[in-house]
């Protein structure tokens, strides 16, 4: 089994600061993508951000130059620095992993349960 655990979420003033928290744990061989999407009320799943297991990064035109994506292999957590939170930043937001499992051939998609993100004042 596999489990992505998130951390970090919570109400915040328009210009604050959040970081989220990923981890995964389990019978984990290789952790390749990882990624940070976002959901609100309505609307469909977004990617927010994704960095690669050698740490190229990517982020939604909306989110470059507030939100920074990083990673620690050696503890299989990504992390997504939040700042100049702005209210349409308001979401669900989840944790996405490319996971291959110890003696189990194949890449496969993981996702966490979500945390919630909201800016207000």
């Known amino acids: 089994q596999v489990q992505l655990v998130e951390s970090g979420g919570g109400l915040v003033q328009p210009g604050g600061s959040l970081r989220l928290s990923c981890a995964a744990s389990g019978s984990i061989f290789s952790i390749y993508g990882m990624a940070w999407f976002r959901q609100a009320p309505g609307k469909q799943r977004d990617l927010v951000a994704s960095i690669s297991s050698g740490g190229s990064t990517n982020y939604a035109d909306s989110v470059k130059g507030r939100f920074t994506i990083s990673r620690d292999n050696a503890k299989n957590t990504v992390y997504l620095q939040m700042n100049s939170l702005k209210p349409e930043d308001t979401a669900v937001y989840y944790c996405?992993?490319?996971?291959?499992?110890?003696?189990?051939?194949?890449?496969?998609?993981?996702w966490g349960q979500g945390t919630q993100v909201t800016v207000s004042s």
């Open positions: 996405h992993a490319q996971i291959i499992r110890s003696g189990i051939p194949g890449l496969d998609d993981y």
